[in-house]
Structures are given as structure tokens and as C-alpha cells.
């Protein structure tokens, strides 16, 4: 964007209205015609960058910790929501650090900026040695752009050392 551009977007921005050129034509001092000219700027543009899951273990009765990064891609502030669903419907928290304060969900972002996401996976007590969940987290725009944009990430949670179940034989005795 050049310099002309950026300044044309400023007064835009600042005017809250689309800047215009009016150009009249006159011929002994009446108006004969004239142009408007009006100034669009670029168009908005949303987009949404969530880092990559990954995998790891925790033990039944532990609560799994991961961390992402939220992106705000687009050219302009942006409400992004997050939504996480847990394949074995475990209890799943998702929380953000935006400049320093933890965020009530959605959080709003100015174009470029970014956050760290939080999610924590309860993993039930009773939950058996093995048991894998993945867990989706979804970060949408909530700018109404066509087509929608998002971003999704899959947190891989594997139990270990949780409840085991021994089957001992069945021994009768007579007396």
C-alpha cells in the first residue's frame, strides 16, 4: 500500500465515511457539470490462524494441559469465538491470554495481534489405560465474511496408568 493509499484509508477511517473528490465544472460562474470521485480503500479481509495440536499422556483423575496460539490473519479487528468438543465427551475448558489478562470467550483482536489459548481436558477417573481422545478446537471469525473463516487444531490425549481391570478365576470350595 502506498503512501497515497495509507492516507487515503486514514481520512476514511477517521471520517467514518468513504472519502470523496468533487469536481464541478463552471462557464461564467454556472455550474455545467461536474464528477465525484470516492476513495474505497482496500477491502476488509478477516482470517484466523490457530498453532497446530499435538499429543500427550496424563494419567485418569488428571487434568490434560495444552496451548495454542491464536492468529488474527485479517486486515482489521476481528471477534473470533472458540469452541472445543471432546470425542470421548470429556469435560473440556478453553480459556485465553490476550495482553496479559485472561479473556471471557470470544475474544476481540486487532488485525495481526495474538493470543495464547488454553485448554484443559478433565480425564475421568475412570477412565481405562489406552483410552485415546482427541480433542478439536475450533477458532472462527465472527466478522460475517462469505465464506466463513476458521481454523481448527486436535489436541490427542492418551491415558495411562488409569483403572485396570484384573479378572481373577472364580475358585469354589466345598466344605
Known amino acids: 500500500m502506498c503512501i497515497r493509499d495509507r492516507y487515503i484509508t ?3 477511517e477517521e471520517a467514518g465515511s468513504v472519502p470523496t473528490i468533487d469536481v464541478e465544472g463552471y462557464i461564467s460562474g454556472a455550474l455545467v457539470g461536474g464528477i465525484e470521485i470516492q476513495f474505497m480503500g482496500e477491502a476488509a479481509a478477516a482470517g484466523v490462524d490457530l498453532s497446530p495440536g499435538y499429543a500427550q ?3 485418569a483423575g488428571t487434568v490434560a494441559h495444552y ?3 491464536l492468529t488474527n490473519t485479517g486486515t482489521t479487528t476481528d471477534t473470533i469465538a472458540l469452541e472445543a468438543a471432546s470425542s470421548q ?3 473440556v475448558m478453553v480459556s485465553t ?3 496479559g489478562q485472561t ?3 470470544p475474544v476481540q483482536m ?3 495481534m495474538t493470543a495464547t489459548v488454553n485448554v484443559s481436558i478433565t480425564v475421568p477417573t475412570s477412565a481405562i489405560s489406552g483410552t485415546v481422545d482427541s480433542t478439536v478446537i475450533t477458532a472462527t471469525s465472527q466478522s460475517g465474511s462469505t465464506p466463513i473463516v476458521y481454523d481448527t487444531a486436535v489436541d490427542t490425549t492418551t491415558v495411562i496408568g488409569g483403572m485396570q481391570y484384573i479378572y481373577l478365576p472364580l475358585v469354589l470350595r466345598t466344605s
Open 103 to 105: 479473556s471471557i470467550l
Open 57 to 59: 499422556e496424563a494419567q
Open 89 to 91: 465427551e470429556w469435560d
Open 110 to 112: 486487532g488485525a495481526l
Open 10 to 12: 486514514r481520512l476514511q
Open 67 to 69: 496451548t495454542h496460539v
Open 97 to 99: 491470554n490476550f495482553q
